[in-house]
């Protein structure tokens, strides 16, 4: 009862859509039992593997572009559109038809993210877990360490909790994604602007989503010590890659202030 949208897996062929208009009380996405897998003579073959199952995730996705505002580039009813036909070339989109086939495509591309946000307004994480890959140009031991983005004013990374060096927890929670709010870059000092269990839906780190030898669970890089106030996380600007070491100095609003920083040097 408190659903927008109703998802169905349909018997049927070919009932891959979304059925009502935008603004209903309950909108349903529809897709195919059999769609992505295999036929011989007419007939589907074997069981659903990794393509199929891939397929389902793309098609689930273009439709929920739809249900979320975005149209295909051919769609002229509202004055505007990117190509003429569908099997035009074009900017890769989640919307277009071609990205349903298989696993090269894992989410919305750059251009439906830019416009979504510009539907509904950025939000206030970057994607579904915080931080960025460690580059092997550096003496690392994680794969995904914190972020400052200047655009955003703002550092994304995630931290352990630890009391006197031994992992603990916070409402059930031992890792938390983090977003710290730039105060004042002249006096280093940051607010928690928002919180949140760290990569909650188990994404890997590249490509999202996608089972292969390259993809790994981002580690969570940052570490808070309740004994001392202390939070510790490695931390990249720019170009550069810096240990950073910050001091909880007002706890009730949760503010930190940076106490030194080393940059780390390539190997």
């Known amino acids: ?19 009502g208009s935008i603004g209903e009380t309950i909108m349903e996405i529809s897709v195919s039992h059999n769609s992505g897998r295999n036929a011989q003579d007419g007939k589907y073959v074997g069981e659903h593997d990794d393509w199929s199952k891939s397929t389902w995730r793309n098609i689930y996705l273009h439709e ?10 051919w769609d002229k009813e509202d004055g505007d559109w990117a190509v003429n036909n569908w099997s035009d070339s074009h900017e890769s989109t989640r919307m277009g038809y071609d990205e349903h086939l298989g696993s090269e495509y894992s989410w919305f591309s750059n251009l439906d993210i830019e416009a979504l946000e510009y539907i509904w307004g950025k939000g206030l ?12 140009d550096y003496d690392i031991d994680t794969n995904n360490i914190g972020i400052f983005e200047p655009t ?6 995630c931290l352990k909790l630890v009391t006197d060096g031994i992992p603990t927890t916070l409402n059930g929670i031992s890792e938390f994604d983090v977003r710290f709010d730039v105060l004042s870059l002249e006096e280093g000092t940051v607010q928690l602007g928002a919180n949140r269990a760290f990569n909650i839906i188990g994404a ?3 490509p999202l989503f996608i089972e292969t030898e390259n993809a790994l669970t981002p580690d969570c890089s ?11 996380d490695l931390v990249k600007s720019g170009s550069s890659v810096l240990n950073t070491h910050w001091n909880l100095i007002d706890a009730e609003n949760l503010i930190l202030k940076l106490n030194s920083y080393d940059q780390l040097q390539p190997k």
């Not at 955003?152 to 990374?157: G, L, P």
């Not at 940052?222 to 510790?232: C, H, K, L, M, R």
């Open 64 to 73: 929920l572009g739809h249900f979320l505002g975005l149209e295909h580039p």
């Open 152 to 157: 955003e004013s703002a550092i994304f990374s």
């Open 222 to 232: 940052g570490t808070f010590e309740n004994a001392t106030g202390v939070y510790t």
């Open 204 to 206: 890997k780190t590249l």
């Open 125 to 136: 994480w970057q994607s579904y877990f915080s931080g960025v890959p460690a580059s092997k």
């Open 1 to 19: 009862e408190l659903a927008d949208v109703i998802i169905y897996v349909a018997k049927k062929d070919q009932q891959d859509y979304l059925s």
